[in-house]
C-alpha cells in the first residue's frame, strides 16, 4: 500500500549554502512518483546574487518500485 511506503520515507530539509553562509532550505516531502517508484521531492524559488532561481530536490529509493509488486 502507498502509505505504508510513504511512512519509510522521512520529511527532510535540504540546505543551499554559497560558502558558510545559509541562502535557502527546500522542504523535501514523501512521493510516489508516477513511475511508482517512492523517493522525496521538494521545489522553491531563490534570489541567490540579485538573480532568482527554481531548486528542485528529488531522492528516489533505489529498487522502491520493484518492492511495489
Known amino acids: 500500500m502507498e502509505d505504508e511506503r510513504l511512512a519509510r520515507q522521512p520529511v527532510l530539509i535540504a540546505t543551499l549554502k554559497e560558502g558558510d553562509e545559509v541562502v535557502g532550505n527546500v522542504l523535501v516531502n514523501p512521493k510516489v512518483f508516477s513511475t511508482g517508484s517512492v523517493g522525496s521531492w521538494g521545489s522553491?524559488?531563490?534570489?541567490?546574487?540579485?538573480?532568482?532561481?527554481?531548486?528542485?530536490?528529488q531522492l528516489v529509493e533505489i529498487g522502491s518500485k520493484a518492492a511495489q509488486a
Open 44 to 57: 522553491t524559488r531563490l534570489e541567490i546574487g540579485g538573480r532568482r532561481y527554481i531548486v528542485t530536490v
